[in-house]
């Protein structure tokens, strides 16, 4: 098997920055610190620096005395730290909120059609009534089969599993295999019908990490496993000379947006980079997203945030000069599986 070629301690130092710069972020309760606190989880455990557990838990321990937002399905995200919080310091008081996120998805989210979660922002209005947005695959539904699997509770994993059954359904091109940004069930169509960078990072990923904890004997393993093999290789293609993909995929004149291109190339290193094909992907990926990080931890060129936009253009003209939590985020969870997939 080729050694990926990368200098460790490069990585580990930039590992870290990031990690600084973020902490000097006033973050909210919200999705981008749900996804830079899950890349910060994932550098504790490529780096086992304890200073990050001790900057998570000062953190949260704060703003749980601050008093947390009303319950909405992006705001769930911020379950991910939680579950860690548990898992490494055993206070049941992580446990207990991260269950009332679950639940609330569970029981109280709005779903429509096979039980897709509506996506929801803020405090859970309904402003974009029976829409699927592929964001939620991360937000909510990698989170329900995280906490499923830990607790061993079937209902968590189940609807957890159905987040990628639907928005498979609903979002994933036949003809491309790539992920549309979302579905008007409503209108029944794929709104602006466009292949977002930073959208088929959240599908990539997150069938990446959820493929590995499903009995390959259960239906939802087949339908994983599968939907990622094909998503992967249509990427394949699309990544450009510098190693990033453009923020419209299939638009070669659109911008290479960062934040997008760590998570695809983070769900091709979870997935093994097992063909020549692949390895040659996470090379190119490293060599261009290395150069991304500044002297002072900030990811550069990262899309702000991104609804689905009425029309193509609209994602074109998206700005990509803010440093933003979730590109903090994606990078460190690249650069982390960097670390512990090719020590």
């Given at each position: ?87 490494e310091t055993g ?40 829409q699927a947005w ?27 599993l159905a987040q ?180």
């Amino acid at each position: 098997m080729s050694t990926l070629e990368y200098n460790r301690e490069e990585v580990r130092e930039t590992i870290d920055r990031i990690v600084n710069r973020t902490f000097e972020m006033d973050l909210p309760w919200d999705w981008p610190t749900g996804v830079a606190f899950y890349g910060v989880c994932s550098a504790y455990y490529a780096l086992e620096d304890e200073r990050y557990l001790t900057l998570l838990k000062e953190w949260m321990d704060e703003y749980m005395a601050f008093g947390v937002p009303p319950m909405s399905v992006n705001i769930c995200s911020m379950g991910h730290t939680l579950l860690f919080l548990y898992r490494e310091t055993g206070e049941e008081k992580y446990l207990d909120l991260a269950k009332k996120k679950a639940d609330y998805l569970v029981h109280d989210a709005p779903k429509f059609a096979e039980g897709v979660l509506e996506h929801t922002v803020g405090g859970g209005q309904s402003i974009f009534p029976e829409q699927a947005w592929v964001d939620t695959l991360f937000m909510a539904g990698l989170f329900l089969v995280n906490i499923g699997t830990e607790l061993k509770n079937q209902e968590y994993l189940d609807v957890g599993l159905a987040q990628f059954s639907g928005h498979e359904k609903y979002l994933q091109d036949s003809e491309t295999q790539l992920y549309y940004h979302g579905w008007d069930n409503i209108e029944k169509n794929n709104m602006s019908q466009v292949f977002w960078a930073r959208g088929n990072a959240w599908a990539a990923y997150t069938m990446a990490a959820t493929k590995g904890k499903i009995d390959v004997k259960e239906p939802a393993f087949m339908s994983v496993n599968g939907s990622l093999r094909d998503l992967l290789s249509a990427l394949i293609p699309l990544q450009s000379e510098n190693g990033l993909w453009h923020t419209i995929l299939t638009d070669k004149d659109s911008y290479e947006e960062t934040s997008g291109s760590a998570g695809i190339a983070a769900a091709f290193v979870l997935s093994g980079a097992r063909t020549p094909k692949s390895f040659r992907v996470v090379q190119k990926a490293y060599d261009g997203l290395i150069k991304k990080v500044d002297d002072q931890g900030n990811v550069t060129d990262v899309s702000t945030g991104t609804a689905v936009m009425n029309t193509p253009e609209g994602y074109l003209k998206t700005s990509k000069k803010r440093i933003e939590g979730w590109g903090q985020g994606l990078a460190l969870i690249f650069f982390s599986h960097i670390l512990t997939r090719y020590p």
